[in-house]
T-cell receptor
Framework: AQSVTQLDSQVPVFEEAPVELRCNYS??????LFWYVQYPNQGLQLLLK??????LVESINGFEAEFNKSQTSFHLRKPSVHISDTAEYFC???????????FGKGTKLTVNP | GAGVSQTPSNKVTEKGKYVELRCDPI?????LYWYRQSLGQGPEFLIY????????DSGLPNDRFFAVRPEGSVSTLKIQRTERGDSAVYLC?????????????FGPGTRLTVL
């Protein structure tokens, strides 16, 4: 069965610092990869997704993630974070032919002033 | 437009009772999903509807859990003989066509507490 590992449960950083949230998935022939974000007291929102094509995908608020098939990773990065990026971030995968998202346990990003 | 809505937002019940959780998907979305998120965990898939039919119910933990979507819109998740281990946030999501590439839009969830 497909699984997703988020190696860090909590990541504290200072404002304007770079951040990387790590995500690895179990190998599969074809997968589609997602990052969802949950801001305090809000529901899950899609941040970005990889379906095919360019392995680097970007969000509208400056996050990017790179699909690395050989390392089965989909790490999320941002070169300079803001306090408003404080949230919990979930990596998820859908195996080709399926419609169900398989989530990691989440990483709580806290951006301090 | 309106997003996915779920009612109630909070539900407290006693062990052994029956509960119903409701999900209103985004208008026009054909696919509807239920997930369960326990404390400290990511959401876990329960069931997926395409229209009125359950296309995949492989995530339902046991026969105490049942879900319906009789008219292809609103869905109800039903839990019989609740147990303390059922305490979690129950999330509903919908997508336009239900294909793999479709974005799933999530509701705010129903927090179920079984005493």
């Amino acid at each position: 069965a497909q699984s997703v590992t988020q190696l860090d449960s909590q990541v504290p950083v200072f404002e304007e610092a770079p951040v990387e949230l790590r995500c690895n998935y179990s190998s599969s022939v074809s997968v589609y990869l997602f990052w969802y974000v949950q801001y305090p007291n809000q529901g899950l929102q899609l941040l970005l997704k990889y379906l095919s094509g360019s392995t680097l995908v970007e969000s509208i608020n400056g996050f990017e993630a790179e699909f690395n098939k050989s390392q089965t990773s989909f790490h999320l990065r941002k070169p300079s974070v803001h306090i408003s990026d404080t949230a919990e971030y979930f990596c998820a995968v859908i195996q080709g032919g399926s419609e169900k998202l398989v989530f990691g346990k989440g990483t709580k990003l806290t951006v301090n002033p | 437009g309106a997003g996915v809505s779920q009612t109630p937002s909070n539900k407290v019940t006693e062990k052994g009772k029956y509960v119903e959780l409701r999900c209103d998907p985004i208008s026009g979305h054909t696919a509807l999903y239920w997930y369960r998120q326990s404390l400290g965990q990511g959401p876990e898939f329960l069931i997926y509807f395409q229209g009125t039919g359950a296309a995949d119910d492989s995530g339902l933990p046991n026969d105490r859990f049942f879900a319906v979507r009789p008219e292809g819109s609103v869905s109800t998740l039903k839990i019989q003989r609740t147990e303390r281990g059922d305490s979690a946030v129950y999330l509903c999501a919908s997508s336009l066509f239900g294909t793999t590439a479709d974005t799933q839009y999530f509701g705010p969830g129903t927090r179920l507490t079984v005493l």
